[in-house]
């Protein structure tokens, strides 16, 4: 069989097998939106948290791209400057409150999107719930094991559901993984290699902002490898067990040659290669420098500040219930953005080096590898799907807004019990990198853990 044809077999043999399982399969997020299908009416939206994705992903692109399907009745945020320049930006003609409580009571939604400070997304979450609201949060859905288990309990005393975007599931070259996870061509799962790189770009502008402190953001381990557990969890199909982690600062932080408040301020412009001149971004200047007075929020704040206390490299062992074990690492200071990854199996083993696009580069495709024990290399060529976050920010939001009943056979809605186990893999690495030792998932939260079958 030529190379040609094994990749249709395998193509075809992925697709018939990951719809059969999914015709029998109906997740809980698209019962719970299916209350929306409602041909005369729109969704009632409320959001939560005017920064930079709840005005663009969850605001401005929601209402250009669902405007028929959706009906936003309410915008809040702390920050009174910013909510007015969020209004007119995303383009609604909507009340406005500086009080979530005061908006949910007032403009009675169908809806809440939560698109705060990770540290607060528990306190509008159960808020949402305890109203009679279905709730849809931002990753990660919160911080730490406390406030995890307090959204799950309000959730199963409410009858409403909450829905975490990871918009990571919806990308092309992502769900292909998935599909040939199930197909029996790598054999038996074993383990994982997953290594992540944030350039000195994009991961220097974690060390900016808010996440810089694990009081707000819990970490990047909480904060951004939601996005890789979530991952993890979804292509392997069973529960995180144990985790052990390192992590250190030694980059960012206290480590710099010299400081100051903000890049935009700073007397080191000069000399320091990390000034960024956020001034040169009207939509950020209208959001954050221009409304600065009303909260004190430097959204260009010194990456060398010395109350950065999150690391800046990590690295983690995980050990599913279903055996399979998994080494994860994540370093925030690379000359590239992108990822490796390898599946490990008794057959054979899945890899892929993704690197994401630069500004000046064209990129219309990722290639997978598939190599069989005592056979050939062969290249699985996807089509990048487009958008934000690897074409998954789109699928995504029409699976929300456009039709939340279309088939899921692929299990990328995400619910809470999805949310809790991402961030319970962080919070346990992040506990074990404090303590010293080796951290249980079954310690942290109430949740039952399954070997397999997780979303059935």
């Known amino acids: 069989m030529n190379s040609k044809n094994a990749q249709s077999r395998r193509d075809f043999i992925a697709l018939s097998g990951s719809l059969l399982a999914g015709s029998f399969f109906v ?64 383009g609604v003609d909507c009340p406005i409150f500086t009080d979530g409580a005061q908006m949910i009571q007032e403009t009675k939604p169908d809806v809440l999107i939560v698109t705060t400070m990770d540290s607060t997304h528990h306190e509008y979450i159960i808020m949402g719930l305890k109203a009679g609201l279905h709730v849809i949060s931002e990753k990660p859905m919160t911080t730490d094991e406390f406030k995890c288990q307090a959204i799950l309990d309000a959730e199963r005393k409410s009858g409403k559901k909450l829905i975490v975007t990871f918009n990571y599931r919806y990308s092309p070259h992502r769900q292909r993984m998935y599909e040939i996870l199930r197909t029996g061509e790598i054999g038996d799962l074993t383990s994982v290699d997953f290594h992540w790189y944030l350039d000195i770009y994009h991961g220097a502008d974690y ?33 995180p067990e144990e985790v052990f982690a390192y992590g250190e600062l030694e980059f960012y932080g206290k480590n710099g040659p010299f400081r100051g408040k903000n890049c935009r301020t700073c007397p080191h412009k000069g000399e320091c290669d990390f000034f960024w001149d956020i001034t040169r971004n009207e939509h950020l200047k209208k959001l954050y420098v ?9 959204r260009d704040g010194c990456v060398f500040q010395e109350d950065v206390d999150i690391y800046d490299k990590m690295a983690v062992q995980i050990k599913y ?30 890899e892929a080096w993704i690197k994401e696009r630069q500004p000046w580069e064209e990129k219309a495709e990722d290639v997978l590898y598939l190599i069989k024990n005592f056979g050939k290399r062969e290249e699985i060529i996807i089509p990048h799907g487009g958008g934000g976050h690897g074409g998954g920010d789109t699928r995504l939001k029409d ?9 899921d056979p692929w299990r990328q809605s995400a619910g809470s019990r999805d949310g809790a186990m991402s961030i319970l893999v962080g919070i346990a690495a ?16 109430d949740i039952p853990l399954m070997e397999t079958g997780r979303g059935e």
């Open 290 to 298: 221009d409304n600065y007075e009303y909260d004190g929020y430097d």
């Open 430 to 445: 992040r506990n074990s990198i404090e303590q010293g030792k080796q951290v249980r998932i079954e310690d942290l939260t």
């Open 321 to 350: 219930k279903n055996k399979v074990q998994v080494s994860y690492s994540l370093t925030s200071y690379s000359p590239y953005e992108g990822y490796r990854i390898a599946f490990n199996g008794t057959k054979g083993r899945l």
């Open 207 to 239: 060390f900016r902002r808010w996440h810089r402190r694990k009081e707000f953001g819990g970490s990047l381990l909480v904060h951004k490898s939601t996005h890789h557990f979530d991952l993890l969890n979804w292509w392997i199909d069973s529960d």
């Open 399 to 407: 699976k929300l807004f456009k039709d939340p009943n279309m088939p």
């Open 27 to 90: 997740h809980p997020v698209a019962e719970a939106l299916s209350i929306f299908n409602r041909p005369s009416e729109k969704m009632r939206i409320a959001l939560i948290g005017t920064g930079i994705r709840g005005t663009t992903m969850f605001g401005r692109d929601v209402v250009r791209a669902y405007g028929d399907q959706v009906e936003f009745v309410g915008l809040s945020d702390i920050n009174e400057g910013r909510l007015n320049y969020a209004k007119e930006y995303i």
